[in-house]
């Protein structure tokens, strides 16, 4: 790894090295289940309180709101699925957007295709939902809206306070697919006052496979994972204690710093846009202004995004695409395609994600190599 530059961090991070710390007493020692009443299952019992504690905090809910999953596609399967198959005829109708993660868009047409009704909502070129169209698509019978906070590929952020008050006043219950935003960028879900939120701990740099769900009190959801009664008979399983314990450390230390991460991420990847700039290659910047800290997507004309990286990747540099290749043919993404960037552009779209590991010296390499590449191709 030492002579590689890391920039997709919006695919996944590095675990923080005081999260495995953390860890490791849960994986060797500590190991005990949780849910038996014997004074081994203390140690295990209490970390995992403290860490709903913890994670609690960092998004301003309540302790009793947390409720932890195997990472974002099954939070947000849960939310999704277990909010509209509860009281399952009495509303019928679903929102979401069309430049959603997958994880949300195959949860809707799961929906659809046992009777519900789903609109995907249309998105501006810099990947905002307004509000009027959200007002023009909401109906009596609609259940649930569910909105990204911030986009994986380009990083826009929803002014989800603004679509709270419109959904609060027709009764429909607001989800956000928070995975990307959680522990980068300032969450407070009271003040958002939304119902249901879905994160991921490898997004901010804790381990793989667990995550968390913020359910609202009084926010009703079918569980979908049956068994026993662990997380209040909500969701069955016994807990993944270590990767929990690990991701209340990582988001804690992720939460403390999210300002002095910003302003370092931003520094970084102004520096890369302003160096492809002066390199004269032609190209167009994605997404708002105002978006996730360290991520760029860049859509550079009569290039191939796949072929980019890698040749990137030959140089020890990883980032990552907005295309994808499959069959011999290069295919936008549905994300690029909602934004409606022209396609000369659209098929040489690459999406740099910087993280807080990431060096000083990294984003003069990155923008040098992009714009060589760019130029011999
Ligand atoms: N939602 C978004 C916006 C994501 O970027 C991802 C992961 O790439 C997911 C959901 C899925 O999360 P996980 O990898 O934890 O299942």
Known sequence: MTNIIYADNAATTCLDPDAYEAMKPFLLSDFGNPSNTYSFSRAPRKALNDARQIIAEC??????????????????????????LKNKFKKTHIITSS???????????FLEKIGFDVNYLPIDQKGYLSKDTLREYLRPDTK?????????????????????????????????????????IPIDVKYLDIDLLSASAHKFNGPKGVGFNYIKKGTELFSLISGGKQEKGLRAGTENIAGIVGMAVALKKNCEKINKNRIYLHQHTKKIITMLHESDIDF????????????????????????????????????????????????????IKAIGTPVEYAMGTIRISLGVNNKENDAKIIAQSIASIVKNN
Not at 99 to 109: D, G, K, M, P, Q
Not at 155 to 172: A, H, M, V, Y
């Open 59 to 84: 998004i301003g809910a309540n302790y009793d709101e947390i409720v932890f999953t195997s990472g974002g596609t099954e939070g947000i399967n849960w939310a999704i699925k277990g909010t509209a």
């Open 99 to 109: 430049f959603e993660h997958h994880a949300v868009l195959n949860s809707c047409s």
């Open 144 to 184: 649930l809206v569910s909105i990204m906070l911030a986009n994986n590929e380009i990083g826009t952020i929803q002014d989800l306070r603004g679509f709270s008050e419109i959904t609060k006043n027709n009764q429909s219950i607001l989800h956000t697919d928070a995975v990307q935003a959680v522990g980068h």
């Open 284 to 335: 167009l910047e994605n997404g708002s202004e105002e978006r996730l800290p360290g991520i760029i997507s860049i859509s550079i004309k009569d290039q191939e995004g796949e072929s980019i990286i890698h040749q990137l990747d030959l140089k020890g540099i990883i980032i990552s695409t907005g295309s994808a290749c499959s069959s011999g043919t290069t295919e936008i993404s549905h994300v």
